[in-house]
């Protein structure tokens, strides 16, 4: 018994400093990677008349200025950029990005608004044109929000108003897997087949959030007019497990506001890939 305790115990050890390189290796990517911010904060009127209707822009984009190589850096910035400006950024300088965004934004205002308003001024020349219809706002607001055992997330949060009753605001969130500089994505993360047990695992917690039963009983109170429930990709990762993230109108009407589902690594880790990019965390 004591030679095979003795012949076991090596490959313990080797397992356990396996298991400790990854992920002191995963801390160290998180560890080195620094974030700096770019803010613009711009008015811009039409005919570059302060008396006139204005466009407001607003923007607050985090970029990584280190990682642990160049082509994660690079790999995870064009992702920003595409998520927080437009794919026709990818691949720019992040301060030239936001600078040629807020050009096109002044520009395109101007152009969809400038002929409108002047029409309306001849229509009603004798009373005061609604220039409440003609003011736009735009906000981009990014920042990181977890970084930990070589997992990164990043959230966005946007408003875009371009007249009428009200803006829409969206939140949005990106996981990256620091060891490689890539989106994590679901299918990153759960096993072949895994949206009928995670859809289920959804509905149930959204039920007991709720206090209710049935989903007969939460399409009572507002939920799936407009969509069903399905597993998104607009979630987020921590130490706590899992957080679903539905904007207005995906699975609720507006007034409604967004929802959010958290569900435990306990309840979803039998679904779980070995080996995937969020492992540490649990």
Known sequence: MKRNSLAILPIILLAGTVF??????????????TTD??????TSHLFNDTKKPACNLDINFTYITKASNKAIQ?????????????????GKDPKTAVAQFKAAYEKGY???????????????????VNSAWYNYNKSIKSRVIF???????????????????HGNHASLF???DLLT??????????????????????VAQLEKDNKVTSEAELEEIGYFITEPLSPTENFLLNKDGFTFFYNVYEIAPYVMGTTTIKLPFSAVE?????????????
């Open 74 to 90: 690079d790999s995870m910035n064009n992702r920003l950029l595409a998520t927080c400006l437009g794919n026709e950024y990818i």
């Open 110 to 128: 101007k152009n969809d608004v400038e002929q409108f308003y002047l029409e309306d001024q001849k229509k009603n020349a004798e009373e005061e």
């Open 181 to 202: 500089g890539k989106q994590i994505h679901l299918k990153n993360l759960f096993k072949e087949g895994y949206e009928k047990v995670l859809t289920g695992l959804l």
């Open 147 to 165: 970084n930990k055992d070589g997992v990164l997330v990043y959230r966005v949060d946007t408003y875009d108003y371009t007249g009428g009753a």
């Open 270 to 282: 039998s679904l779980m890939k070995e080996g995937n990019p969020a492992e540490g965390l649990y």
């Open 174 to 176: 990106l996981n990256f």
């Open 20 to 33: 400790f390189s990854c992920g002191g290796k995963k801390q160290k990517e998180s560890n080195q990677l």
């Open 37 to 42: 911010s770019i803010l613009v904060k711009e």
